[in-house]
């Protein structure tokens, strides 16, 4: 009599050796039968949610490497499309995220202080000693150009530093030459990232 363990051991093996395959008549299979498989997904989900919460936390963690590998691929694989989806998601809803994000800030302003805190202190950090009287005056001034071209346009924008000053790969200086002024769009889809196109 095959057991259990022996039945699952021989699919594993049958599975790695016939992966394309196998993967194939999986995606051919979802797509046939997608409704039906979406809403059993759904129900079980709504049925389950705790356990799977759970289990999806577990998992995560004990998987950190491979997950965040899974995910990097991903992002790069769909940038440009995730990009656009932020951008269409915000100006659909930028009325909501603003409300929301003043509620948020509202309800929590511990860390609205901390990320302030945080953000004047990158930027001291990352202002130079050698920047004259004009380049202050330069930089009042875009910060001035961004908030009159927010009243005037009915469209929030904010200086943005080209090289951010807290990037994981390259820092820049709070200084005129690496500000610009974006959409509040176009810098949220940015986030603290330097995208090498400046």
């Known amino acids: 009599m095959v057991t259990s363990e022996a039945r699952r051991a021989y699919m594993r093996a049958y599975y790695h050796a016939n992966k394309e395959k ?4 999986k995606k051919e299979y979802y797509q046939a039968n997608r409704e039906r498989l979406v809403a059993v997904r759904r129900a079980y989900y709504g049925a389950n949610k705790e356990q799977v919460a759970a289990y999806a936390k577990a998992y995560r963690e004990d998987n950190q490497e491979k997950v965040h590998a899974y995910e990097r691929e991903r992002y790069i694989a769909n940038r440009e499309k995730k990009i656009a989806a932020v951008r269409a998601h915000y100006r659909a809803n930028k009325e909501k995220i603003r409300v929301d994000k003043k509620a948020y800030n509202r309800a929590n302003p511990g860390k609205l ?9 990158a930027k001291i950090q990352r202002t130079p000693n050698w920047l004259t009287r004009e ?3 330069a930089i009042r001034t875009i910060y001035e150009t961004a908030a009159a071209l927010t009243k005037s346009t009915g469209i929030e924008h904010h200086v943005d530093h080209v090289l951010p000053l807290q990037g994981k790969t390259v820092s820049g200086f709070h200084c005129p030459t690496n500000l ?4 509040a769009s176009e810098n949220y889809s940015k986030h603290n990232k330097f995208t090498g196109e400046h």
Do not use: H, K, M
């Not at 196998?22 to 008549?25: P, Q, R, V």
């Not at 610009?180 to 959409?183: D, G, S």
């Open 135 to 137: 380049d202050y005056r």
């Open 180 to 183: 610009q002024i974006l959409t």
């Open 113 to 121: 202080n901390a990320r302030v805190a945080r953000r004047r202190a």
């Open 22 to 25: 196998a993967c194939a008549a």
